[in-house]
C-alpha cells in the first residue's frame, strides 16, 4: 500500500538517523554528510515556512545543479509543499511564462520578472537561530511538477500524479540500482531525467555526485576518483566522452561502471555500440517513455545486439501503435504509439496547461513506431514535428511563435536537421515582408524569448508563403528538401 511508504521527508530523516555520517551528495569537489543534509534542509524549510510556503504550495527552484539545489528540493519536500525545478538559464519570456501557469508560493534562485511572486537567491538559509530538530511529518500532494514546452508550442507542467510517498526500493531495483551505489548526475536537475534519478538516489540511500555543468574530461575523472557505480544521461553526452576517453583511456578507469541508463533521444547505433563494446553488454540499458510515466520499455545492450535499433520491450503500462484510423497495426507496419497505466494503477501525472493527445483512453505523444514479432518496440521519428537536442525535446511550434511575433515574418516554419553533435539543431525558413531582417536578427529575437537550444543554427529566407490557407505545412517534406540542400 502506497499509504504504508513515509512521506519524502521523513525517510530522508530515517536515513539520516540510521548512518549520518554517510555521504549524500558532492558537488564542486564538497562532499555533505546524510546529518548535514538533514540539519540544512530542517533549517532551510523553516526559513520558507516563514516566508508563507504552506503545505501543497508550488515552490520554483530555478538553481544549477548544486548542493544547495538539494537542500531546497528537500526543504520543500519537508513542508509538504511541491519543488517544481526550471532552468536557471531560461529567457524572461519563457520563465514568465511557466509561471503564469500555476500560483507559486516562493522562487529560489531566480527573481520574477513579473515582480509578483517573492523570491529568495540560492544561497539563501533563513535566520541563523532557527533550530534545525525534524519537522512534524507532512505530504506533498504530488512530489513534483516538471516543465515542457509542449506540444502545441504553448508551455505546460506535469506533475507527477501520486502523492509524495515514492516505492524508491523498488524503482531503484528495477533499474538495477543498490543502496551502496554512487550515482553520477550529468543532467541538469531540472529535467526528468536527473530530477527522477536524484530523488531516487537520495531516499534508497545512494552517495549522489552532481556535476554542476556537462564537461567530458572531468565526468570521466569523477567516475575514475569516485568510482561511480550507476549513471542516467542521455545520448549527446554519450557521444561527447568517446572521443576524450579514446585520446588517453590510460588516464581514466571506467570499470566501476555496473549500470549505465540512456533515455530521452535515440541513441546512434554506432555510439551504443561503442559503449557496449567499453563497458559491456549487460551495463548498458535503454529506456524509452515521456515525463508522464504511462508506460516505459526497457532493453539491455545484449538484447540490443540482437534487436539492434529497437527501444525494448514494454515493462510498465501498456503501449500499442494504431493507424491513422485507430486501428492496430500489425508486427512491422509503422503507426503512432499510444500508452496508458495498467488498469487499476491511477494516474501517472496531470497536466498544468496544454494536453496530449488521447484516443479513448490512451495517450499519444506524437511518437512514431512498430513492433516486431517478438514484442520488441522500435522508433521511426520522436514525434510527428518535435525533435530533439542535445536530449532535449524541441517543438517547432514553440519557436514558430516566437518568431512571428517579430513584425517583418509574414510566415515562419521551422524543422530540425541532423547535427554531428546533438543529433539534431533547428533550421528556420521565415517569409518576411521584404524589411532588413537577417540571420543575426532572427537568432536574436527568438533567444530574447526561448532557451538557447531552441534558437535556429540555421536561417532561410524565401519569398513565398510556407503555410496553405488552412494554415498547414507539409513538415516533413520541407524538411527532406532543406538536408537535401544541406548535404547535396
Known sequence: MTDEIPPIGTRLSQLAAEAPNRPVVTCDGRTVTRAELESASNRLARAYAELGVRQGDYVTIAVPNSIEWVQATVAVWKLGAIPQPLSPRLPDAEYAGLLDLKPRALLVGR??????????????????????????????????????????????????????????????????????????????????TGFTSATIALLTGQHLVLMRRFDPDLFLRLVTEHRVDYLATVPTIMQRLLPVYHANPERYDLSSLRRLWHLAAPCPPNIKQAWIDLLGPDAVWELYGGTELQALTFISGSEWLTHRGSVGRVVAGEMKVLDDDGNDCPPGVLGEIYMRP????????????ST????????????????DEDGYLYLADRRVDMFTVGGRNVYPAEIENALSAHPAVLSCLVV?????????????????????????????????????????????????????????????????????????
Do not use: C
Request: proline share 10%; hydrophobic share 35%.
Open 342 to 353: 495498467d488498469p487499476g494503477s491511477g494516474p501517472t501525472y496531470r497536466y498544468v496547461g
Open 416 to 488: 530540425g536537421v541532423p547535427h554531428e553533435d546533438l543529433g539534431q539543431v533547428p533550421y528556420a525558413l521565415v517569409h518576411t515582408d521584404g524589411g532588413d531582417l537577417d540571420e543575426h536578427g532572427v537568432r536574436a529575437f527568438v533567444a530574447e524569448q526561448l532557451a538557447d537550444y531552441k534558437v535556429p543554427r540555421g536561417v532561410e529566407f524565401v519569398d513565398t508563403p510556407l503555410r496553405d490557407d488552412a494554415g498547414k505545412a507539409r513538415r516533413s517534406a520541407v524538411r527532406d528538401r532543406v538536408i537535401a540542400r544541406l548535404t547535396g
Open 111 to 192: 527573481a520574477d520578472p513579473r515582480g509578483i511572486v517573492p523570491s529568495v537567491p540560492a544561497e539563501f538559509t533563513g535566520r541563523p537561530e532557527l533550530p534545525d530538530d525534524p519537522l512534524p511529518e507532512a505530504v506533498s500532494p504530488t512530489w513534483t511538477s516538471m516543465a515542457s514546452g509542449g506540444s502545441t508550442g504553448r508551455p505546460k507542467l506535469i506533475e507527477a500524479g501520486g502523492q509524495g510517498r515514492i516505492p524508491a526500493e523498488l524503482l531503484a531495483m528495477s533499474m538495477g540500482n543498490e543502496p551502496t551505489d554512487t550515482q553520477l548526475l550529468p543532467v541538469p536537475l531540472s529535467h526528468n
Open 356 to 371: 496530449a493527445k488521447s484516443r479513448d483512453g490512451w495517450d499519444s505523444l506524437g511518437d512514431l513506431g512498430w513492433f
